[in-house]
């Protein structure tokens, strides 16, 4: 927490972030950059009663003391080995990226209440197509969850916060969603991340079911996979069809961020999140 007679002495701090002379301005940033997340709330009030020009200087300030506190706490979670990755806790940290203020526990609430509602509709002796099925039911049926074919590219199908609000994504993130809930339901699905297109599979022992989120869960065989890759012009290798790690997961996850942000001519967006994605693929070098 901040004096509160420093933070009374803020507002002399922003009237020089008006100063002619640059090297001012930008030490004054500088200044309010290295305080860190405990100046933000200051800076947010300041915004309303302070000119344009200085307003769009604090909400600089502003983003760029939230990107720092995301890359440190980004570099804390991403130096754990793969097997410690969380993969709940990775998609909430990137999703903090767009909505710094989201509750993460929100999210975790909505998905117990999903796996809970599934659970109480499965016995012990059910089949693995059984299980499946129901999980299909409830998700894409009743809850409505859906592939986003109409605005493929939009970064809100990225985020799990946002995946879960508005019940559709692209096929990461809706089969994110499947793997949370299969995590607490206790079931053997992992990600497939077949190239340019991300799968679930039900490992079973007589072979795995193949799964398509995109496509309310759609049961497909590996022989099906296979073609799949073929038609859309991918050599089949081995590799693909191995199960995704954590770490996996979240890189195919930004790319798709930075991809969407590059398409919509967001450059400083796009750039903050191949940030988070060196940091993920290398965190002590990030």
Known sequence: MLNPAFDQQLNAIFTLLSDQDEKTVDLVRQTLIDI???????????????????????????????????????????????????????????????????????????????????ASRL??????????????????????????????????????????????????????????????LGLPITGIGLPGHFMLKYERENGGLFLDAFHQGQILTRDECIRFLLNSGYEVQSSHFASATVRDILTRLLRNLVYAYSQLKDKEKAHRLTRLLHILQSPAQG
């Open 36 to 118: 860190g997340p405990d100046v933000v709330p200051s800076l947010e009030r300041a915004k309303t009663d302070v000119a344009p020009h200085i307003r769009g200087q604090l909400q600089t300030v502003v983003e760029q003391i939230r990107q720092n506190d995301l890359e440190s706490r980004f570099r804390d979670y991403a130096g754990g080995e793969d097997a410690d990755l969380d993969l709940e806790d990775g998609s909430l940290l990137i999703a903090q990226f767009c909505y710094p203020g989201l509750n993460r526990a929100d999210s975790g609430f909505e998905l117990d209440r999903i796996a809970d509602e599934i």
């Open 123 to 184: 016995v012990r002796k059910n089949r693995p197509e059984e299980i499946i099925h129901r999980i299909n039911h409830h998700l894409f049926t009743e809850l409505g969850f859906h592939g986003n074919t109409q605005d493929y590219y939009n970064p809100d199908n990225s985020y799990l916060n946002r995946v879960l609000d508005r019940r559709t994504g692209i096929p990461i993130s809706l089969s994110v969603v499947y793997l949370l809930v299969a995590k607490r």
